[in-house]
């Protein structure tokens, strides 16, 4: 079939696989050239299919020629309707690293449940005795609690007071102001519940209690601090709760690991275009106003960069430099002092009309279809695909 873009609001109803399969392709070819010296042998990836898990689980696999097992919670395709990009980015990875004599199997479906824990506890236990590394990139709206059955809500929602700011609507280029007004306490509850750290610390109690983690073993989850400018949204709101849920969880998590000598890290990332942060109001202008002052700059990074650049440069270096509070920082270029001058700068001024000007909005957009396979260069979308495209250890 042909496929194109069917988009509602922030989110895209189809996808490509050809394009999809590009995105790999080119993140596999980006890693290759920049190999990580006594990196992770055998990788587990929870949240694996787009975004900072899948570049994790490419940076693994292609950087130290690791085995890797990656979960997550994508939609297979039927006849005439696309699968979720994920799928076709695990199907594309998985079959070109079979043909690079890579260990890759997967597992689809809801990683918060008892069952696909046991499931990913047996894959390991048959295929590859233990893991070194286990990556934590589970971004998700709803999670449903394994032992109570009770199922919680996250929401984006700033704590106490109405916070009011601009924000764009990228696909019309409209910038506009809104309200949001605060949440409760029990959106704040459920939102940890969703995003904090339990079912990381779960994972691993199940994870440990297998025999399944190896000596020196290291796990890491991802968290994001931001500037001023989105706090009230983001660090100081209900999500914000839920990252220093997660990050308090890593020191639990390390105690509970003492006598195999391992130790779990909050990663605090840069802001990037994925399906999880297209949703968050407020911060598709600032990702936009940071990507125009970043790419002047010539730090510009995408997921790929940055996970390269975490695995080389902290994780697998010699020194592990970590902030005041523990976390590993590669949101370190987006947060220097000239960037966000200079954005918060931009962010008084922008409009409906010199954003296109003074921001990134081409940018933004392209990075919100190229997560879908729309727009990637080299790919004809005027020839006919196939939509039914199989991961082969999932057949
Ligand atoms: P993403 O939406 O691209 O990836 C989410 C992944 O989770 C996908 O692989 C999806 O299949 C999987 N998933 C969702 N629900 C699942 C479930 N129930 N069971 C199994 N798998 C499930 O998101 P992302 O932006 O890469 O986010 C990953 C982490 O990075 C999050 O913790 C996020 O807060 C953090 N982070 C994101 C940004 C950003 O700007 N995007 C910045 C810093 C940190
Ligand atoms: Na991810």
Same mark, same amino acid.
């Given at each position: 079939m042909i496929i194109e873009p069917k988009t509602r609001g922030f989110i895209c109803l189809t996808s490509h696989p050809k394009g999809c399969e590009q995105n790999v392709l080119n993140q596999i070819n980006y890693v290759k050239e920049r190999p990580v010296k006594n990196g992770p042998k055998k990788v587990l990836v929870i949240g /694996?299919?787009?975004g900072f898990g899948l570049a994790s689980r490419i940076t693994a696999a292609y950087g130290s020629k690791a085995a890797t097992i990656g979960a997550f919670f994508e939609k297979s395709p039927s006849e005439g309707r696309p699968a979720s990009p994920g799928w076709y980015n695990s199907a594309a990875f998985e079959a070109q690293a079979h043909k690079d004599g890579l260990y890759a199997k997967s597992i689809n479906g809801d990683a918060f449940s008892n069952e696909i824990k046991v499931q990913t506890i047996d894959l390991i236990k048959a295929?590859?005795? %233990? @893991?070194?590394l286990l990556i934590y990139s589970l971004a998700s709206p709803v999670r449903t609690h394994p032992d109570t059955g009770e199922r919680f809500k996250s929401v984006l929602k700033p704590i106490g007071n109405t916070f009011t700011d601009n924000t764009v609507d990228f696909h019309t280029g409209e910038v506009k102001e809104i309200s949001i007004s605060p949440c409760t306490e029990d959106d704040i509850k459920n939102t940890v519940n969703v995003m904090g750290g339990e079912d990381w610390q779960m994972w691993i109690d199940q994870l440990k209690s297998a025999g399944v983690l190896s000596k020196d073993f290291k796990t890491v989850a991802y968290s994001y601090i931001g500037p001023s400018l989105t706090e009230a949204v983001y660090r100081k709101g209900t999500i914000g709760r839920a990252k220093d849920h997660l990050e308090a969880t890593a020191f639990k998590i390390t105690d509970a690991l003492k006598d195999i000598d391992g130790k779990a890290y909050v990663s605090v990332n840069k802001a990037l275009v994925t399906q999880a942060s297209? /949703? @968050?109001?407020v911060i598709p202008l600032y990702i936009s106003l940071l990507y125009k002052v970043m790419k002047e700059q010539g730090i510009h990074e995408g997921c790929i960069e940055q996970i390269e650049r975490l695995f080389n440069a902290r994780l697998y270096a010699e020194n592990l430099e970590v902030d005041e509070a523990g976390r590993i920082r590669i949101d370190d270029w987006e947060m220097r002092e000239d960037v966000q001058t200079k954005v918060l700068e931009l962010w008084k001024q922008a409009t409906t009309k010199n954003l296109p000007e003074i921001g990134d909005l081409k940018g933004y957009e392209t990075d919100f279809y190229n997560l879908f396979g729309f727009k990637v260069q080299g790919v004809d979308y005027d020839k006919d695909v196939n %939509?039914?495209?199989?991961i082969p250890s999932l057949q």
């Open positions: /694996a299919s787009t295929d590859l005795g %233990e @893991i070194d297209s /949703a @968050i109001p %939509e039914m495209v199989s």
